[in-house]
């Protein structure tokens, strides 16, 4: 009974494999002008993420180091010998 639930579980594993990969066989070509046209777009893409990457860091720099200033202890500490 064990072997015939194994050989049964098996072919059913076998046959998913077989239609998922049937299923991830899309066939999409691409032409050499989409081709040229993505890889002139990689610049483009590249400067426009870094910038707004440096921005991103920019402003939660600016907001945590805004917000530690007046967490600091000594901030607390020394604030009446200024």
Same mark, same amino acid.
């Given at each position: 009974m064990k072997k015939l =639930? #194994? /050989?049964i579980l098996f072919a =059913? $594993? +076998? *046959? +998913?494999q077989m239609y998922a990969e049937s299923l #991830? &066989? &899309?066939k999409k070509t691409i032409t050499p002008q989409e081709f040229? /046209? #993505?890889v002139a777009e990689v610049p483009g893409k590249l400067v426009n993420f870094i910038s707004s990457e440096v921005d991103k860091t920019k402003e939660y720099q600016k907001k945590t %180091? *805004?917000?530690a200033k007046t967490? %600091?202890? %000594?901030n607390m $500490? +020394?604030?009446g010998n200024q």
């Open positions: =639930l #194994a /050989v =059913l $594993i +076998f *046959s +998913f #991830a &066989d &899309d040229g /046209v #993505a %180091w *805004s917000e967490k %600091w202890p %000594w $500490i +020394f604030k």
